[in-house]
């Protein structure tokens, strides 16, 4: 049922890009991003639906094939505030699952 | 407003104790959510509820339980505390699925240590 993250680390200089994929054995319908920081609760990137645009904040973007069951985040000349741990977030019959994660540390 | 308050922040439960996690919102959110966290790991979903009065098993139900007396609040209750139980525990709220292009707001944690 939970969505399937790769990869499940990455190191980053600043300035450097990465992508981090989610993908489901399930029929998609949205696909949410969430960011944890060490310590902290999961915070609310963004959301993609079925049918819609890729979406973006700040230098991350994300892209979602529904035919693939697949999505992508993109994180764009990374910041030191980018590291934290990515979670994909996708929804079965009101059930919401998380992925297992990816764990970025962004290095200056 | 709080959005999403979680209570206590730290526990420490010896084995075979009871204890109830408390969590309340104010956003009149209809979806409530419980999961679990262990260290270096993602969220596993215990038990969910869609309004006040109803409730559903999530992946790792057993050994819990919860109720839905409100559409603010949602306890989670840990019967016979158990070391595998140990973990951070996140209540999240949302006003819909995602279907409905709404997101979930996060307490901020419960860490329990059964000992």
């Known amino acids: 049922q939970q969505p399937v993250q790769s990869p499940q680390a990455v190191i980053l200089r600043e300035g450097e890009d990465a992508v981090i994929n989610c993908s489901s054995s399930k029929a998609l319908y949205s696909v949410h991003w969430y960011r944890q920081k060490h310590g902290e609760a999961p915070v609310f990137l963004m959301i993609l639906l079925k049918g819609g645009e890729q979406k973006g904040h700040e230098k991350i973007s994300a892209s979602f094939n529904e035919k693939k069951q697949q999505s992508s985040l993109y994180l764009t000349a990374s910041q030191l505030s980018y590291s934290g741990t990515y979670f994909c977030g996708t929804e079965n019959f009101n059930k919401f699952y998380f992925g297992s994660g990816t764990k970025l540390n962004v290095k200056p | 407003n709080a959005g999403v308050t979680q209570t206590p922040k730290f526990r420490i439960l010896k084995i075979g104790q009871s204890m109830t996690l408390q969590c309340a919102q104010d956003?009149?959110?209809?979806?409530m959510y419980w999961y679990r966290q262990d260290p270096g790991m993602g969220l596993k979903l215990i038990y969910y509820s869609v309004g006040a009065g109803i409730t559903d098993k999530g992946e790792v139900p057993n050994g819990y339980n919860v109720s839905r007396s409100t559409t603010e609040d949602f306890p989670l209750r840990l019967e016979l505390a158990a070391p595998s139980q140990t973990s951070v525990y996140f209540c999240?709220?949302?006003?819909?699925?995602?279907?409905?292009?709404?997101?979930?707001?996060f307490g901020q944690g419960t860490r329990l240590t059964v000992v």
């Open positions: 999240a709220s949302s006003y819909s699925t995602g279907l409905l292009n709404t997101e979930a707001f």
């Open positions: 956003m009149n959110h209809n979806y």
